[in-house]
C-alpha cells in the first residue's frame, strides 16, 4: 500500500483468490455489525447491507480496471524503453531506415492504438502489481496524491485505534467477570467504567492496564518490517471460522429451541449513523485489491468472480446478523459480539465461553502490526522525494513514533468500539471505498484514452462503463458524509 510496483509474487488459482478476498473482507467489522443491525432494525439493517454491498462491488470493478489501465501504460512504456534501446544499437541507417523514422515521427502524433492495430491483446493483462499509492501517483495531480495519501492514513489510524481498543476492551469483559466470581458477561448486568473489577481496581483501570501491556508487547513491531506471517495469518483465519461457525451454531440452536429474546424493530432510524459506517468499514477492501488480484492466476472471469464474493459475503453477514439479533435482546447485545458469548446461560463449556470471549485477542493481536507497518510506509511514501534519504533518527524513531502514538492514545479515550467502527468507516471509509476509485477509474479512463485512442478496449474494463455510475458513486458518498455529520451534530445538539 506503499505505492510500489512489485512482483505478483507466487500466483494461486481463482477460487483461492474467492477464498483470500473473503478472508480480507469480512473481520472486525462483522463482529460489530450486530449490534448496529439491532439499533437501526432489521429492515432497513438488510435494505442498507444489501445496497453499500452493490456500491462497494461497483467500487471494487472501477479498481480492477485502473490496474489493467495502469498496467498497460507500464507495459507500453516498456516497449518503447526496450525499442529505444534497439534503435541506440544500431550503428547505420539505411534509406529505408529514415523513411521508417519519419513513419514513426508522424505515428507518434496518432494515439498508439492506431499505430499497433489495437495494439497487443494482452495489452491490458494485470501482470504487475501496482499498489493503491502508485495509480494514484499515475493518474492524481500533486493535490489528489497528498489527499489520496492523507484519507488512506486516516483509515490505518482508525484501524489502530479500532484494533488498540478491541483487544483490551474484550481482556477486560471476560476477566473482570471472572474476577468477580460471575459467569461471565451477565446479560442483565449494566457495566460502567467505574465498576470495580479486582479487589480495588476499577474496570477502566483494569482496560488501561491492558492497553498498555498491549502497547508494550506489540507496539515495537512498529519499528521493524514484519516478515514471513503467512502461516500465522492462515491459523488466524482458521481460528476466525471456527468462531464465526460456533457463533451462528449457537444462536440458531437458541433460537430453534424458543430460547431467542431478539425481538427486533422493523426501522429505527436513529441507529443508521453507526449502522452505514459499520457497513462500510465491513465491506473494506479496495486498498488491498492489488495484492490480491495480481497474483490470481487466470482472470477471465474476474468480474463473475468477484461478484460470486460479494454475493456470499452478503449471505454471511445477513446470517451472522439476523441470528444474532433473534437470538439477544438489542440491548443485551455487546459492542463486540463474540462477548455474549461468554456466558454460562449461552454456552455451558467453559473453554468455548473463553475462546469465544477471546478470540478478538488472539485474531487483532496478529493483523495489528501488520497494519502499523503499512500505516508507517504510507507516511514514508508521502514525505518520499526522489533520490532522497531520511535521517536514521526520522526513519528507525521519528516515523514509527507517530504511527503508534495517536492510536494508542485514541484507545486510552475510549473503548466505544461501535462508534470507532461507525466514525472510521464514514469518513475515511467512505473516502477508500467510493471516492478514490471513482475518480481513479474517471482519471485512468481519459488517459487511457489519449494514450491509445478512442477505440480502446479494457478486457478487465467495469461493467459500470458509463460516466453516470461515477456521478453515482460520488453523490453517494457526498450523501453518506452529509448524513452521517448531520446525525453526529443532531445527536450531540440533543444531548
Known amino acids: 500500500m506503499a505505492g510500489e510496483i512489485t512482483e505478483p509474487g507466487e500466483l494461486y488459482s481463482p477460487y483461492v483468490g474467492l477464498v483470500y478476498m473473503f478472508n480480507l473482507i469480512v473481520g472486525t467489522g462483522a463482529l460489530t455489525m450486530p449490534k448496529a443491525f439491532a439499533a437501526a432494525g432489521w429492515l432497513v439493517s438488510l435494505v442498507l447491507l444489501v445496497f453499500l454491498g452493490f456500491m462497494s462491488f461497483v467500487t471494487t470493478t472501477f479498481v480492477v480496471e485502473a490496474m489493467a489501465a495502469a498496467n498497460a501504460q507500464l507495459r507500453w512504456k516498456r516497449m518503447e524503453t526496450h525499442q529505444e534501446e534497439e534503435d ?13 523514422q519519419d513513419n514513426d515521427a508522424r505515428a507518434e502524433k496518432r494515439p498508439i492504438l492506431s499505430v499497433q492495430r489495437h495494439g497487443s491483446p494482452n495489452l491490458f493483462e494485470i501482470t504487475d502489481r501496482v499498489e493503491m499509492g502508485q495509480m494514484a501517483s499515475m493518474f492524481f495531480s500533486k493535490v489528489g496524491v497528498n489527499l489520496f495519501y492523507f484519507c488512506i492514513i486516516t483509515y490505518l489510524y ?10 483490551p476492551f474484550s481482556l477486560m469483559q471476560v476477566t473482570c467477570a471472572v474476577g468477580n466470581d460471575s459467569c461471565g458477561v451477565e446479560a442483565e448486568a449494566k ?18 492496564i491492558y492497553l498498555a501491556v498491549f502497547t508494550l508487547l506489540l507496539g515495537p513491531f512498529t519499528f521493524f518490517d514484519v516478515q514471513k506471517t503467512k502461516y500465522l495469518q492462515l491459523l488466524t483465519s482458521l481460528m476466525r471460522w471456527i ?9 440458531l440452536v437458541r433460537i430453534g429451541h424458543g430460547r431467542g429474546e431478539g425481538r427486533p424493530p422493523l426501522a429505527d432510524f436513529s441507529g443508521v449513523r453507526n449502522l452505514f459506517g459499520v457497513c462500510i468499514y465491513s465491506f473494506m477492501s479496495q486498498h488491498s485489491l492489488p495484492s ?12 463473475r468472480l468477484v461478484f460470486l464474493d460479494y454475493v456470499l459475503i452478503l449471505a454471511f453477514y445477513g446470517l451472522l446478523s439476523f441470528t444474532a439479533i433473534f437470538c439477544f435482546r438489542g440491548d443485551s447485545l455487546l459492542d463486540m459480539y463474540t462477548l455474549n458469548f461468554a456466558r454460562c446461560d449461552v454456552v455451558g463449556l467453559a473453554a468455548v465461553r473463553f475462546f469465544l470471549g477471546l478470540f478478538p485477542v ?16 504510507n507516511w514514508k511514501t ?24 495517536p492510536p494508542v492514545l485514541v484507545a486510552f479515550c475510549t473503548h466505544d468500539l461501535e462508534s470507532l467502527v461507525g466514525i472510521t468507516g464514514a469518513y475515511a471509509g467512505t473516502g477508500i471505498q467510493y471516492v478514490i476509485p471513482a475518480f481513479l477509474v474517471y482519471l485512468c479512463r481519459k488517459d487511457t484514452q489519449l494514450a491509445f485512442g478512442y ?8 461493467p459500470f462503463r458509463r460516466t453516470f455510475w461515477v456521478g453515482f458513486v460520488l453523490l453517494w458518498a457526498f450523501s453518506c458524509f452529509f448524513f452521517v455529520t448531520a446525525n453526529i451534530v443532531l445527536s450531540e445538539t440533543k444531548l
Open 88 to 100: 541506440d544499437g544500431s550503428s547505420t541507417a539505411s534509406d529505408s531506415d529514415v523513411l521508417t
Open 158 to 167: 482508525g484501524d489502530l485505534a479500532i484494533y488498540a481498543a478491541a483487544v
Open 191 to 208: 457495566y460502567n467504567d467505574t465498576d470495580l473489577c479486582w479487589g480495588p481496581l476499577h474496570r477502566v483501570d483494569a482496560y488501561r
Open 243 to 251: 468462531a464465526f461457525a460456533i457463533m451462528i451454531v449457537l444462536a
Open 292 to 303: 490480491l488480484i495480481t497474483p490470481i492466476s487466470s482472470k477471465r472471469h474476474l468480474t
Open 362 to 377: 488472539f485474531t487483532i493481536s496478529t493483523n495489528f502490526p501488520i497494519i502499523a507497518v503499512t500505516l508507517r510506509n
Open 382 to 405: 508521502l514525505f518520499h522525494r526522489e533520490g532522497g534519504t531520511y535521517p536514521w533518527v526520522v526513519d528507525h524513531v521519528v516515523f514509527p513514533t507517530i504511527t503508534l502514538l
Open 455 to 462: 477505440g480502446t478496449v479494457n478486457k478487465h474494463g467495469s
